[in-house]
């Protein structure tokens, strides 16, 4: 016999534990080590999913349906799948507009609605009440029947125990004492509560390890294995049907009940505020893909077992209630503790869902009805210093309100279908605001109307056709209702418009979606957005597309930084506030003064921490009411912020092709750089040594002045001696200079040609005249080997005769001295002519070959002699010849003489006369 | 490059959530629909369940490189 005392005391001390957990996990948490940090503890507290109708309530399902329950758990494993398009998206968009409940996120995408969040409110609320209730009936009926242990016959009075004497009621009141505790300990801007989702996540655990050892002991303690069960089954016709879909089931319900529960898992209020208020991170998703769905499969795979074992065992209408089997089979085989183990298990699962379903309700509640209200201008309330408080008080009050609204409804419905089917009706009716909220962050296009009209739509739907149906079958309703308002039979609720022969639950989510979003995309379409809506859908549309910066453009207001303080102040408490101020002073490097103008930037920020604290659209009404003329945001400015995506994703481009071609252009500059350098050295070499040619003349010019200044009795051939090298020293001053300035102007391009047909016959007589008294000096022979006929150059006859002067002058300076031989020798070549000058002088050593072409730069050494000279004649004489588009080089070795020759190409007339 | 690959795994996941739809749902679901048992175990039973098993370790593959 199980004492009374002993199952009071275990819950007692399994919800204290609850309490431990959380306290712990809240003080990690203030400490900054947070214990809930994780994938797996994500996952986990996702499986809050499974509440008691899952853990009693699928047994009982699969007692008259086979596998029929198991759509439910199939369907948020595809969208788990999923997660990382939608849920992410959904997360990333919570995060960045601080929202806190669904309610909230419904009313920030449509333009801050008060009408849109409030109408999400009482959907959820009206829909999930029931489902509270439910976990309260379930908690209350497995005590009683736990209580009279071995007996598994539902007690007679079950469900009708005197009020006080009814766990469910005390239960209800410690679990709200526990939501308050740590569902609303202070008003912060994210709303997490990190020691609930420890204990949520602890409560997961329970409810699994105690119904696997349920499926466990039915399976292998009662029966011998899987293969025994099932055969014991197959053999009895009436378990055996259960096998298959076909009794139970059609395809079409498969279908929608595994849409239903693909909507559920995102839309329920306690699944939003798990997996997206309560993340703590968006990667924890990545775990939660595959580690969600596998705890379902885990704590759906013993269920059919177990719904047989409890068929076989009492028999079919054997007198026990299928949906006890988890708890019945237990203490059938007086297994104490194993039937203690259950019913904790149970205990788990219904906690657990009433916990975050009541955090979630009290957040959406106060948000968008109680707090828009009381917080309107003319509100005396709203004057007043401090509102944190209230806001906690209206929340807490909420929580009380809600379980005790769970808990009135549990006693009042009793057994009657409006309690025992609620489970699916609660899925259907928050699966009403999904169009909303998938529309909202996948199309753009989605107006606040469309969403109003698409809730009001599917909202009237589902009450037609699923809540007054179940009211009537409680005789709540007059049962002719069932048969059509008024008798007609088109409107028959559950045969609207004579669509027949679907289960409830299809019949009501076809109409009701057909109605939701047909009036939701209808009147989207039809309407026509504002530009503050076009805004906000832009900014949930392109979340992972958009800067941060942009957001803040949304607010046109301005208003005093001691206005915007003080209003955080009486949400937030002074210290907050302040730190809130100084965190953005400090990121926008602003000094905020009191008295200073508060920027839309600013002014956005503080709308969102309140919007953390208070929800979106009661943010907007008290930000508004310090901020001055809010002004509406232009069409203008809307398609900046709509085109803003865009041309960030062209700018890149942009970017990215600006700086390849920066990189080309430094790699060109760094090469013209190390060349500019090379010739800056060069002009340096050119000026320090034109500056030494120049002095040496001048030196010696000056050393014979001053001689014969000093000495006026000089001897006259003495004198003349010394004014003779003054006059050549003078002249070759001057034909440095000379040089130096034609060597310029032909470098610089700025030498006038006179371009005309040469013959280089008479240029090479003319020379050879010219320096036929230099020859005869050094006693040098001068041959020239002029063939008789040759083609005119085009060429400027004065520049070739420099030249032509210029290497003959070398030549008789650099060959042999006293028996000297040099030869000129005329040919044509490759349609011009070719002039080679011999010497049979040293010869040039082949490291100085191109060297006597640079100025200044002459061939011999100190051994040989230096060579009279300005070392100008070749570079010169080259630029010529190269300008006159010809070549000139040389050929040499040592002691075998140098022969320099050039080319000229062919004049005009002579070409044109060739044969 | 990365975005690339990002999409490309995202674009997977959707692959293999309809996989699994088509997998759960009618007619697929007939196939196995049997009065039968296979290895001890009723064919619809067993099935869902492998099947189910099998799409979780795909999306487990999937998303274990995720960014």
Request: glycine share 8%; with cysteine.
């Amino acid at each position: 016999m199980l004492q009374t005392w002993v199952i009071v005391a275990v819950s007692a001390a399994y919800l204290g534990l609850l309490f431990g957990i959380a306290y712990y996990a809240d003080k990690r948490a203030d400490a900054g080590r947070s214990l809930i940090s994780n994938g797996a503890i994500y996952a986990l507290s996702l499986a809050v999913y499974a509440t008691s109708w899952t853990y009693y309530g699928s047994v009982g399902r699969a007692a008259t349906t086979g596998v029929g329950f198991l759509p439910i758990y199939l369907g948020p494993t595809l969208t788990i799948m999923l997660g990382w398009l939608v849920l992410r998206k959904i997360i990333r968009i919570s995060r960045r507009q601080r929202i806190t409940s669904l309610a909230d996120f419904v009313s920030a995408r449509y333009g801050k609605s008060t009408l849109l969040g409030g109408l999400v409110t009482v959907i959820a609320v009206v829909g999930i009440v029931p489902y509270i209730a439910l976990q309260l009936k379930a908690v209350s009926n497995t005590f009683v029947i736990l209580r009279h242990y071995p007996d598994t016959t539902p007690p007679p009075g079950l469900g009708s125990t005197p009020v006080l004497h009814d766990t469910a009621l005390y239960t209800a009141l410690l679990l709200a004492a526990f939501t308050i505790l740590f569902g609303t300990r202070h008003l912060d801007a994210t709303e997490r509560h990190e020691g609930m989702v420890a204990a949520i996540a602890f409560e997961s655990i329970v409810k699994l390890v105690a119904f696997l050892a349920v499926g466990l002991f039915v399976t292998f303690g009662i029966f011998g294995g899987l293969g025994d069960l099932f055969a014991q089954a197959d053999a009895d016709p009436g378990l055996s049907e259960l096998f298959t879909l076909t009794p139970g089931v059609e395809y079409e319900s498969w279908v929608w009940l595994t849409v239903l529960s693909m909507l559920a898992i995102l839309f329920l209020p306690r699944q939003f505020h798990i997996a997206v208020v309560e993340n703590v991170d968006e990667r924890h998703l990545r775990t939660a893909t595959w580690l969600f769905p596998l705890y379902l499969l885990a704590i759906n795979i013993f269920v059919l077992p177990i719904a047989f074992g409890g068929l076989l065992r009492f028999g079919q209408g054997g007198g026990v209630d299928a949906d006890t089997f988890v708890l019945a089979l237990p203490m059938a085989e007086q297994q104490e503790s194993l039937a203690l183990f259950a019913f904790v298990g149970g205990l788990s699962a219904a906690t657990g869902m009433i916990i975050v379903e009541m955090v979630a309700l009290s957040t959406m509640v106060s948000n968008t009805l109680v707090l828009p209200v009381l917080l309107q201008r003319w509100s005396r309330i709203a004057q007043r210093r401090e509102l944190g408080g209230l806001v906690l008080t209206v929340r807490r009050v909420t929580i009380v309100a809600v379980v005790l609204l769970g808990y009135a409804y549990f006693r009042t419905a009793g057994e009657t279908p409006a309690l025992v089917d609620m489970g699916l009706v609660s899925f259907a009716a928050v699966a009403q605001i999904a169009p909303a909220v998938l529309g909202g962050i996948f199309w753009k296009g989605g107006t606040r109307n469309g969403a109003l009209a698409g809730l009001v739509a599917g909202f009237a739907v589902w009450i037609y056709t699923l809540l007054l149906p179940t009211l009537a079958r409680s005789d709540w309703l007059p049962a002719e209702f069932l048969d059509g308002p008024f008798g007609v039979e088109l409107l028959r609720p559950q045969a609207l418009f004579g669509v027949d022969g679907m289960d409830e639950i299809s019949h009501a989510m076809f109409w009701s979606m057909l109605a939701n979003v047909g009036a939701y995309v209808t009147v989207s379409l039809m309407g026509r957005p504002s530009p503050t809506e076009q805004g906000h859908a832009a900014l949930f549309v392109d979340v992972f597309r958009r800067p941060r910066a942009v957001d803040a453009r949304f607010w046109r207001g301005s208003a005093s930084v001691a206005d915007l303080q003080a209003l955080l102040e009486r949400f937030l408490g002074p210290a907050a506030a302040r730190e809130a101020l100084d965190d953005f002073g400090r990121a926008n490097q602003l000094a905020l003064t009191p008295e200073a103008q508060a920027d839309a930037a600013l002014v956005h920020r503080v709308e969102m921490l309140l919007t953390g604290a208070i929800g979106a659209a009661s943010a907007r009404v008290v930000v508004a009411s310090v901020v001055e003329e809010e002004e509406p945001l232009g069409l203008g400015e809307v398609m900046e912020i709509l085109g803003e995506a865009s041309q960030v994703l062209a700018y890149s481009r942009e970017l990215e092709r600006k700086s390849r071609e920066l990189e080309a252009a430094t790699a060109g500059l760094r090469a013209a750089n190390q060349r500019l350098q090379e010739l800056d050295r060069l002009k340096d070499d050119f000026v320090s040594t034109i500056t030494h040619e120049l002095r040496t003349p001048l030196t010696s010019i000056r050393a014979f002045s001053e001689i014969l200044l000093d000495n006026p009795g000089l001897a006259a051939a003495d004198r003349e001696s010394y004014l003779r090298i003054i006059v050549d020293e003078t002249e070759r001053l001057t034909r440095l200079i000379n040089q130096v300035l034609d060597l310029a102007k032909i470098e610089s391009g700025r030498a006038e040609w006179q371009i005309a047909d040469v013959d280089l016959k008479e240029v090479v007589d003319d020379s050879a005249a010219a320096t036929a008294q230099l020859f005869s000096d050094r006693g040098a022979t001068l041959a020239l080997r002029l063939p008789p006929a040759l083609p005119l150059v085009a060429a400027d006859r004065d520049r070739v005769v420099q030249v032509m002067l210029n290497l003959l002058s070398n030549a008789a300076k650099f060959c042999e001295p006293g028996h000297g031989q040099v030869t000129v020798e005329l040919r044509a070549e490759d349609g011009g002519v070719r002039v080679d000058v011999r010497d049979n002088g040293p010869g040039i050593r082949p490291d100085e070959r191109e060297v006597i072409f640079d100025k200044f730069r002459q061939g011999g050494n100190a051994a040989t002699g230096r060579p009279q000279g300005t070392g100008l004649g070749l570079p010169i004489s080259r630029e010529i010849i190269v300008q006159l588009g010809g070549r000139l080089w040389v050929e040499s070795g040592p002691g075998r003489g140098a022969t320099f020759s050039f080319t000229l190409p062919a004049g005009v007339r002579t070409a044109a006369a060739r044969p | 490059m990365r975005e690339r690959s990002e999409r490309q795994r995202a674009a997977r996941l959707v692959a293999a959530t309809v996989f699994g739809f088509l997998l759960f749902n009618y007619p697929i679901l007939a196939v196995f629909d049997l009065d039968a048992r296979f290895l001890g175990v009723p064919v619809l039973w067993a099935y869902l369940f492998t099947a189910w098993a099998g799409l979780i370790v795909l999306a487990a593959v999937i998303v274990r490189r995720l960014g």
